[in-house]
């Protein structure tokens, strides 16, 4: 409630200041004596005087008002000749018509700046960012990777997913974008067809952080002391030659600093897979750990607790959270399965079986688990 209240303030405040500013400058334009210039109604919780003009912020932040010299047309007393030249009542209509209007013209003004503002900055267009490609994907065959960035279709450029409607019925060619280098490729396939299997790609990424059995997280790059994090693991697996670098890291939201001086080098045979290399140095993706557990469901009874890391499934080393999940599905209703995880530091083993849940006529299984998954 008290956030609300604050960020309504926060962002009425502004208006009422150039709104009131608007009054006050052409009342000073026209020679007009301003007496108040406030932001705000009532009690003044501070006030400031300054070349005959008090400057004030009120109690009550729903308004605000500038307080002009002979303003009051019902007034009793008298002005003299000197005091009529800076008496609101005694300008020109023109005068007090732009005065009046001052307020309204700001606003006019400060949505204007603002617009226009907004237009030079220009509207970030989401790049068209491929996600999850696997060996099994047509693409992938095409040659089209994990975090390959689509540029062309055609020959001609892509700017945004929109694009996709307008290149004709048949792809023959792409173009993307891999690190700095630009790779064209055959693809010979329907527009249909295309949109279908790009669009299947899993879109959501994973940050390039792993996780050891103490709790101890850490970042994984292929570049030393690196200064911009948008890689996720997905892509840095599918351009590992061979050498990796691993770092401590503070994180603040989304914002995430290295300490280059915790550098660690790793160094493997290029054809392994880095999800392998990483786990026989004992670091486990950090979509394995459990963020939450759901209570009375399959994990919670089996003994798995906040902050454990899932290992194997049925004896089959796990790589991802999202391998988990697929792999659930393959069994039988109601099998009991065995999973084996990684609690204070010890390999524990346990039985259970996987709640059937149906949602809109389909069927999944679950254990009750949510992932400590970072997503890009």
């Known amino acids: 409630m008290l956030q609300g209240i604050l960020i309504f303030i926060i962002f009425l405040g502004p208006l009422i200041f150039f709104h009131e500013l608007g009054h006050f400058f052409f009342a000073r334009l026209f020679g007009v004596r301003v007496e108040v210039f406030s932001i705000g109604f009532g009690p003044k919780i501070f006030k400031h005087v300054r070349n005959g003009t008090e400057y004030a ?13 002979g303003d009051d047309p019902f007034a009793e007393t008298p002005l003299s000749e000197e005091e009529k030249k800076v008496a609101f009542n005694h300008k020109s209509k023109w005068a007090r018509f732009w005065i009046v209007f001052g307020g309204p013209l700001a606003n006019l003004l400060l949505a204007y700046c603002l617009y226009v503002g907004l237009l030079a ?64 490729m055959t693809v010979d396939m329907g527009l249909e067809p295309f949109i279908e299997e790009f669009v299947s790609l899993v879109s959501v990424v994973k940050r390039p952080i792993v996780t050891n059995a103490k709790g101890e997280r850490f970042y994984v790059s ?36 290295i300490d280059p001086v915790t550098e660690s080098l790793i160094s493997a045979d290029p054809t392994k897979n880095l999800s392998e290399i990483l786990l026989g140095l004992g670091f486990f993706p950090v979509d ?39 792999s659930l599905q393959k069994f039988e209703d109601g099998k009991s399965v065995n999973v084996e995880f990684l609690s204070e530091g010890k390999v524990v083993s346990k039985p259970l079986v996987p709640e059937v849940k149906e949602v809109d006529k389909k069927k999944s299984k679950i254990i009750g688990i949510e992932s400590g998954v970072e997503y890009i």
Not at 57 to 69: A, N
Not at 233 to 257: L, M, P, R, T
């Open 222 to 257: 292929l570049i030393q002391k690196p200064t911009e994090f948008s890689s996720s693991f997905e892509e840095i697996s599918s351009a590992f030659k061979g050498q990796a670098y691993i770092y401590n890291f503070k994180q603040v939201d989304d914002k995430i600093e």
């Open 57 to 69: 912020i009120s109690i009550i932040p729903l308004g605000g008002y500038v307080k002009m010299f």
């Open 288 to 326: 394995l750990t459990v963020k939450n557990i759901v209570m009375n469901s399959p994990a919670d009874k089996a003994g798995i607790k906040k902050g454990d890391i899932l290992l194997k499934l049925e004896g089959v080393q796990l790589r991802s959270f999202e391998e988990l999940r697929v």
């Open 121 to 184: 900055g220009g509207e970030k267009v989401p790049e068209t960012k491929v996600g999850v490609v696997t060996e099994q994907s047509a693409l992938y065959q095409k040659g089209l990777r994990t975090g390959d960035v689509l540029v062309g279709i055609n020959d001609e450029k892509i700017l945004s997913f929109d694009d996709f409607n307008i290149k004709g019925s048949k792809i023959e060619k792409i173009t993307v974008k891999r690190a700095d280098q630009k790779i064209d």
